[in-house]
Every structure is written in C-alpha cells, then in structure tokens.
C-alpha cells in the first residue's frame, strides 16, 4: 500500500498525509501533529492524547504471517474500563486476505482475525464450542482508547467504546465477540510467540517487551491432554498386568525345605544351621515363611540363606508378633502368629539356613519352610506407581500452571 497518491490533509496542522491504505482509510492520526480525525469530516472535536507511546512494530513494516504478508497499518493502546489494565493492538492489512490484529499484553501476543457466519454464543454462556473444540468464557470488558497512531479502516474510538466485549478460551486459541447496539463482531486467535513475531517481521528480538507471567493464551508446552496421559497410562499397567499375569501362572512355587525348631535344641549354640537342600534352575526367587505360635509375645530371627558351593550369603530378619485382649466390651486383635521373606534371583545350588532366634517370654518354638521360584507382585506394585505418578505431576503441574492462566479471570475454574 505504500507509495499511493491518495492524500488526507489535516484539519489541524494542513499537512498532507500520504495514505497507506488510500480509499479504504477512514480514520488516522497525522503524521506531523498526531492529532487523530476522520477523513472527510473536519471537526472541530479532533482527539489529542495525554498517553504517548512507540509501537515496537512501526507503522509500514511488512511482516509474514501464516505466509501471508500484511503491513502495519495502525497501532492502538486501550484501556479496561473496570481494573485499568491496558494492552496494545496493531492492525494489519493484506489486499487479498483483508485485515487482522496482533494483540499483547504482558510480553504476550496473540494473532486475530475476524469471522464470518458464525453464530455466536449466547449472553449468558460460559463456554462455547466453535470447530470442534470446548473454549472457556475467560472475560468480559469494555475498554477506551488511549492513543492511536497510523490509518485505520473504521473509527476505533467509537467502536471500541460501544462494544461489550467477550473472550472465550481454549490455548492456544481464543474465540471473541464484540457487540454494539447495531453490530456483532466475531473473531479468532491464536498465541504467537516474542520470537515468532520477531522473525515474522525480521526484527531483533530484544526490542520486543519481555514475557511476564502466563499469557492467557499460553500452551503449556505440552502435546497431549490429561485425558489422553491418563489413557496411555491405564493401557501400559493393563499390558504390564497381563505379563504378571503370565508369569505367576508359569511359576513353579515348588516347596524344597520345611523343618520345625525350638529353643531347647540350641543348648549354648546362638544359632540353629537347617538341612542342606537344593534349589534347582537358573536365578529364581526364594520365599521363606515362618510360624511362631506367640500370643501376646514376639518372636524375631536373623536368617543368612548360604550358597554351600560358592559361600555366597543373603541374610534377611523377621519380625512376628501377635497381640489380643478384651476391653470396653470388644475384643481385639494386632499382628499375626506369621511371616514371610522374599528374595529374589537366587542362583541354582545346594544351600542351608543359620537363624540367630530370639523369643520372647511364652514361645519358644518356630517352623520355617522354602519355597522356589514364588512369583512376586511388587515389581508389578513398583511400576504401576511409577506409571500413576506422572499424570498425576502432570495434573499438579497443569493445575499450577491453569491456575496462573486464570487467576485474573472472574470465570476462573480452579476458584475454590
């Protein structure tokens, strides 16, 4: 648009401005005096501003977009009229594709433009679904212009102080309304990042605002949803539940010793030494399960299971005891006259016990049997957590993070 021979003289200062967007310029603010009026009609209410402020994308640059190349038209600053935030537009033109805006706030840009035969959601709504997907209503406001710089093809101060406007969101995509007494404007966005804008418009990057906080339009940086993690996970504890499965149906539990002791066998010695007994195959795992017939007494060992070929030693203790009374009319119970140990890949060999026994007051006697190749649970316990645990950081993490998103929203979900 640059170059055109279309002219705007202003009312204020009678300088001639060469015009960008030449008949499809309504209004703009002079290149000389900065007063902002509307072509063809010479007020004498022209807007002068007490806010002053550089667009970081000056008036006339060219930029890519989606490959579409569209020029800086013009560049707004408004502010809310409720909370007095205020936030930066640029509008943007392309002859063939029309206009459309960058919007930022915050370091944080989001790409719009406007929709057509739409129908938009109802006044009342809090979410509405447009192409498929659910977008949240995030906020309602209206707004006052507090300067403007550039060619416009509409007058922005009259449109956005008459507008109500509505922001639904589902990041990075937000889907708007604004509505008037005799218009309804429907558009859509998207979150565009400070290096995207700065490579869309080939500028260094440091000119651009730094991001603060979470744009509310911000994807999180991730490719999946919850639900989708939630659904891969259940499926890999389902697969690893079937393999468990197998393997304790395949499982030999063969039972290779059992033998009974107690506390007058052991004379001076402190420990007892069982039979010798084979364990067959390859590393496989070895449960011991031990009985002690206590009553409101304990029992306790330390065991050493000793390779008699190779010396090697895996020790491990037990704890039993047993608990019960009668009070307040109940009777009750703690503990268990039982107890197990699980060791697992024991190599193949011939193999003893030494138990250093320690009973209590009453019991004084204990049985002790070995079982091969027992399938065990816990690797599958151990996995299914580890498998649990990342959606679960993953919903804290995205609590957190929405949690930011929508803290300055009053339609905010994670309000408690």
Request: charged content about 25%; some cysteine.
């Amino acid at each position: 648009m640059s170059g055109s021979n279309t002219i705007s003289r202003c009312p204020k200062c009678n300088a001639e401005n060469v015009l960008r967007g030449k008949a499809m310029t309504t209004n703009l603010s002079c290149y000389y005096c900065n007063i902002y009026y509307t072509i063809g009609k010479y007020k004498t209410e022209m807007v002068t501003f007490n806010h002053k402020e550089e667009p970081v994308l000056p008036i006339g640059l060219k930029g890519r977009i989606d490959n579409v190349v569209y020029e800086v038209m013009g560049f707004v600053v408004k502010k809310e009229r409720r909370y007095k935030y205020s936030w930066n537009e640029y509008l943007l033109f392309n002859p063939f594709h029309g206009y459309a805006f960058l919007s930022t706030y915050d370091g944080h840009w989001n790409f719009i433009w406007p929709i057509e035969d739409t129908p938009p959601p109802n006044e009342n709504d809090f979410y509405y679904t447009f192409e498929g997907t659910r977008y949240d209503l995030y906020q309602k406001y209206s707004a006052d212009v507090v300067y403007a710089k550039g060619e416009f093809f509409f007058d922005v101060f009259e449109i956005t102080e008459s507008t109500a406007n509505r922001e639904f969101i589902a990041p990075p995509f937000l889907y708007g309304v604004e509505k008037s007494d005799d218009s309804l404007l429907s558009f859509k966005g998207e979150y565009v990042t400070r290096r995207e804008v700065a490579k869309a418009f080939d500028i260094d990057l440091s000119t651009l605002p730094p991001k603060q906080g979470i744009g509310y339009t911000q994807p999180t940086g991730t490719s999946f949803s919850q639900r989708s993690l939630v659904t891969v996970t259940a499926i890999l504890i389902g697969v690893a539940l079937i393999i468990q499965l197998f393997f304790n149906s395949t499982a030999e539990e063969k039972e290779v010793f059992q033998g009974r002791y107690s506390q007058t066998e052991m004379n001076e010695q402190k420990f007892i030494k069982t039979e010798s007994f084979n364990l067959s195959g390859g590393e496989k795992s070895v449960e011991v399960d031990i009985w002690a017939p206590v009553s409101n007494d304990y029992f306790f060992a330390e065991f050493s299971l000793i390779n008699e070929e190779t010396g090697a030693e895996y020790s491990f203790a037990k704890e039993i005891e047993y608990y019960l009374g009668y009070e307040d009319g109940e009777s009750w119970s703690e503990g268990s006259t039982y107890g197990e140990a699980f060791i697992s890949q024991i190599p193949g060999g011939r193999y003893h016990i030494n138990i250093y026994p320690e009973f209590g007051r009453n019991a004084h006697e204990f049985t002790i049997r070995v079982i091969r190749d027992v399938p065990s649970n816990m690797n599958f316990m151990i996995l299914a957590i580890a498998l649990v645990i990342v959606p679960v950081i993953f919903g804290i993490r995205k609590r957190v993070v929405e949690g930011r998103r929508w803290q300055d929203s009053n339609y905010s979900p994670y309000d408690s």
